[in-house]
C-alpha cells in the first residue's frame, strides 16, 4: 500500500525532527532564561509522543479486512487523531499554567542569542509543515494532517516566543514577562489549533457529508460504464485513507440479472482503478424503463 508506506515515513521524519528540536529548545530555553523557548520544548516533547500515536494508527489502520472487521481498520485513525488533540490540548494547558506562574514571579530577561535560536527553529518547522501537510492530502491520512498541523502550531509558538523575547530585550527591565506572555498566547494558538484538528475527524466518525466534488468524480466515471444508463443515490464515507462507497446505478430493465450482475462488477472495477483512493465499493443495480 504505497500511501501508508509514504504516510509511515513521513511519521519517521515528524518523530526525528521533533525529538532533536525538543533537545535543542530546552537547552536553549534553560540556558537562554527563556520560559518561551522551555514552553515550546514541552509541546515538541509531546510531539513526539503523539507522532508514535500517528505511526501506530496508520499501521493498525492498513491492516486488511478480516472476520471481525469487514470493512478494514480504517477506523482506528480518527480515533489516534482524537488522542493526539489529547497531547494537544495538555501541552497547551501545561504552557498556560507555567506561564500564568511565572507571569507573576520576577526573573531575569532571556539572553539574545535565543532569538537566533528560534529563527532557524521557525524556519524548519513552516517546512516540516508544508512537506508533511502535502504528504497527508497525497495519503488522504486525517492523522497525519493532524501530525502536520503540530508542526505548524510549533512554528507559530516559536514566532510568538521570538516576538516576546524581542519585546523583553527591547524593553529591558520591566518587561521581563513579555516571555510569558508570548508562551500564554501560544497556549491559546494550540488550542484553538486542537479544535481544527478535531472536527474534521469527529466528522469522518460521524460519516458527515463532506465529499461532494468526490462524488461527482464517481457519477462521471459510472456512467463511462458500457451498460451504466445514468446513477442515482451515492453515499460515500472516509475509513483510514480510503473511500468506502454505495452507489445505485440505473441499467436497461430488460437485460437479464447475470447480464446486470457483470455490469456491477465491472462498473466497481472502473472506479477502483480511476479512483484509486476508493476502497469498498458497493454496486446496486437500478431498472430504467
Given at each position: 500500500?504505497p ?15 521533533n ?20 514552553a ?7 510531539d513526539?509522543?503523539s ?19 469487514p470493512?478494514g481498520?480504517?477506523?482506528a485513525e480518527p ?21 500564568i ?6 526573573h531575569t530577561?532571556p ?17 516540516s509543515?508544508r ?7 497525497e ?9 502536520a ?6 512554528a507559530?509558538?516559536s ?24 508562551a500564554?498566547?501560544a497556549?491559546?494558538?494550540i ?21 461532494d466534488?468526490?462524488?461527482d ?11 451504466v444508463?445514468?446513477?442515482?443515490k451515492?453515499?460515500v ?29 465491472k462498473?466497481k ?21
Amino acid at each position: 500500500m504505497p500511501n501508508t508506506e509514504t504516510a509511515i515515513k513521513t511519521t519517521y521524519f515528524s518523530i526525528i525532527g521533533n525529538a532533536s528540536l525538543a533537545l535543542v529548545k530546552g537547552i536553549a530555553g534553560y540556558f537562554g532564561n527563556s520560559y518561551a523557548l522551555i514552553a515550546d520544548a514541552i509541546e515538541s516533547t509531546t510531539d513526539i509522543f503523539s507522532s508514535f500515536l500517528v505511526l501506530f494508527g496508520l499501521k493498525y489502520s492498513s491492516r486488511p479486512a478480516d472476520k471481525n472487521h469487514p470493512y478494514g481498520h480504517g477506523r482506528a485513525e480518527p480515533l489516534i487523531t482524537f488522542l493526539v488533540v489529547g497531547f494537544l490540548i495538555t501541552s497547551a494547558t501545561i504552557i498556560a499554567y507555567e506561564s500564568i506562574k511565572n507571569i507573576g514571579t520576577p526573573h531575569t530577561l532571556p539572553k539574545s542569542w535565543t532569538l537566533i535560536v528560534l529563527g532557524v527553529i521557525i524556519v524548519w518547522k513552516e517546512i516540516s509543515y508544508r512537506l508533511v501537510v502535502q504528504k497527508s492530502k497525497e495519503t488522504n491520512s486525517s492523522s497525519l494532517k493532524a501530525d502536520a498541523w503540530h508542526h505548524r502550531s510549533d512554528a507559530i509558538t516559536s514566532v510568538a516566543a521570538f516576538v516576546g523575547i524581542s519585546i523583553a530585550l527591547i524593553g529591558g527591565t520591566g518587561y521581563e514577562t513579555a516571555d510569558d506572555w508570548a508562551a500564554l498566547f501560544a497556549a491559546a494558538f494550540i488550542l484553538y489549533n486542537s479544535y481544527l484538528i478535531f472536527r474534521p475527524a469527529l466528522g469522518e466518525i460521524m460519516d458527515e457529508h463532506v465529499y461532494d466534488e468526490l462524488i461527482d468524480e464517481i457519477r462521471v466515471a459510472a456512467i463511462k460504464v458500457e451498460g451504466v444508463i445514468d446513477t442515482e443515490k451515492c453515499f460515500v464515507r472516509k475509513a483510514g485513507m480510503k473511500y468506502q462507497v454505495d452507489l445505485h446505478a440505473s441499467v436497461d430493465a430488460k437485460i437479464t440479472v447475470k447480464e446486470g450482475h457483470d455490469i456491477a462488477h465491472k462498473l466497481k472495477d472502473t472506479l477502483r482503478e480511476v479512483i484509486p483512493q476508493l476502497g469498498h465499493v458497493l454496486i446496486h443495480i437500478e431498472p430504467h424503463e
